[in-house]
Every structure is written in C-alpha cells, then in structure tokens.
C-alpha cells in the first residue's frame, strides 16, 4: 500500500517538473528575445544588416564624374556604423560616422551620432516608413527642429 | 587765600556746568534722531519684505491656478480623445502655453510644456498615439506637482535702504 502511494507521488513529481520545464521553454525564449524599447528601435533604422534613409533624393547628373545636384542619404548598420551620403557643391561626398540608441524617458528614445543627440520617432504609412531626428526646443521661443527621413516598404 | 580757590572753582563749575548740559542734551537729542531714523529704517525694510513676501504669496497662488487649470486641460484633450470637442479643448492649452503659464512656469514645466505642445502637434500628423498622449499629460502634471511642492517662489533678495 505504502509502494504504491509512494509511486503514485514520485510521478506525479516527475510529470509536474516536465510541465514546469516545457512551459519555462515555451515563455523564456518570448521573454528573452521580446527586446527593449531602444533594441527595437535599433532594429527598425537598421534592421538585421544595414538600411538606407533618404532625407533628400540624390538627384545624379549625367556624365562620366559623379556630378549631382542635391540629396542626402544615411545608412544605418546593425555594427552601430552610419555612412551619410551628401551631395555637397555637385559632388558626392560619404562621410562615416558613429551611432548609439538609448532610452531617455518612459517614451523617449535617443539616438546619439558621433556625440549629437537627436529624439528618435517612427511612423509607418501604407507605402513607406518615415522616421524623425528631433531636437526638441530648449525653451518656447526656440523651435523644435525635425529632420525627416524615409524608405520604402520592403 | 581759601577763599579764592573757592571762588575760582565757583566760576570754572559755572563755566563748565552748562557747557556739560548742553552737549548732554545735544547728545540726547542726536540719539534720539538716530534712533528713530534707525526705525525708519527699519520699518521700510520689514514693509519692504512684507510686500516681496505678498507678492511671492500671489504669484504662487497664480502659479498653483494655472498648473491646476493646465492639468485639467490636459486631462481633457486625453478624455475627448477621438471627440469633436478635443479641439476646442486644444486651442485652450495653446492658449495656456502662449499665454498666462509663461508668467508662473518654471524650466521644468516648461519642457514639459513643450514637450506635450509637440507630441499634441506629432499626434495630428501621425507620429503620435493615444497612449504617448497620456505619458506626455503624465510627464507634464508630475512637473506640475514637482513644481509646486518645490515651494513658492522665493522673493527676491533686495538691499536694505
């Protein structure tokens, strides 16, 4: 009699543990990998490698040099790498800067390159995604200066 | 011989006596003067602090109006969310913001101000959503309330005349 109770409650035990194990496998991945406010938003200027926001359209010349006549392009990479692409007196200059992301209030996200630090805003539309570096007004005689950038759905 | 002292003492005192009593009385006299001149002095200042003090007292009391006029405001616009009425309501704050805050505000409710002026104006063009509305009416009535219970504002220290 005492056998058979005592089996009964060893596996009962073992089929308890089995469910904890699974549903602990089930939830942590979920838990792990949800990411924070700032991940995500790393993720969605650079997605996995690197992506291209247009401020302005480069608009090319034709010819052999690389003439232009306005536009500005920034590639943000995963590597926390940014290349801004300009086109400065009808020549097409890149320049490689340095970019980090962090969470600078319960809804504000900041993005810093090379040291400039800028509030970071998304917004989806049915054909593109469009995104904002703010430098938000020191006081109210001052303006708020947002630089708009966008890309193309995939 | 004795007698002649005497009498020469008599005139030195006679001299002297009166000469003492006059600069006695002008000393009194010049005390008195100084006296009261130091409670004229005196009362202008403590009048003086009585009005910074009164003044603080109004402007703290406007303060307090404003901010709780303010918070109502942005409760409101969170309230008649999707609403016709919300724009009415937000025409009010713009008024606010432009207007009677810009007197009673401190720095941090003035970002906080601003802050919620441009998530109001991100929320109209899509940049915004009900739920960043509320943090940015959150993040302005805890300025508020910082604001307030940092204490009034503090008179101006001003020289003694």
Not at chain 1, 131 to 140: G, N
Request: aromatic share 8%; with cysteine.
């Amino acid at each position: 009699m005492n056998c058979a109770v005592s089996l009964r409650a060893r596996l009962w035990r073992g089929l308890a543990l089995k469910y904890f194990i699974i549903s602990f496998g089930a939830v942590w991945p979920v838990l792990a990998f949800a990411g924070s406010p700032a991940e995500e938003a790393a993720r969605n200027l650079s997605g996995d490698g690197s992506r291209e926001w247009t401020f302005k359209q480069i608009r090319k010349l034709m010819g052999a040099e690389q003439n232009c006549i306005e536009g500005e392009v920034y590639k943000f990479s995963s590597d926390k790498s940014l290349m801004i692409e300009q086109c400065l007196n009808g020549k097409i200059s890149q320049t490689k800067h340095v970019w980090s992301i962090e969470e600078t209030g319960p809804i504000d996200i900041t993005i810093s390159i090379d040291g400039s630090r800028y509030l970071l805003l998304f917004k989806e539309s049915d054909k593109s995604y469009s995104m904002r570096l703010r430098t938000l007004a020191e006081s109210k005689l001052t303006p708020t200066i947002d630089k708009e950038f966008s890309r193309p759905k995939d | 011989m004795e007698e002649a002292r005497k009498r020469d003492w008599d005139v030195a005192l006679g001299i002297v006596a009166p000469i003492v009593t006059v600069v006695g009385v002008l000393v009194g006299i010049w005390q008195f003067v100084a006296g009261e001149n130091h409670k004229v002095i005196l009362e202008q200042s403590l009048i003086q602090r009585k009005d910074d003090l009164d003044f603080a007292r109004k402007l703290w009391i406007e303060r307090m109006n404003q901010y709780r006029s303010v918070a109502e405001l942005a409760g409101k616009i969170i309230a008649y969310s999707g609403n016709t009425k919300q724009k009415d309501v937000i025409q009010d704050f713009v008024a606010a913001y432009w207007g009677a805050m810009i007197l009673v505000e401190d720095k941090e409710v003035e970002r906080a101000m601003i802050s919620f002026y441009v998530e109001l104006r991100d929320h109209s063009e899509g940049w915004s959503s009900d739920d960043r509305l509320k943090a940015r009416a959150d993040g302005l009535i805890a300025a508020c309330k910082r604001s307030v219970e940092g204490g009034g504002p503090k008179p101006e220290k001003r020289a003694l005349l």
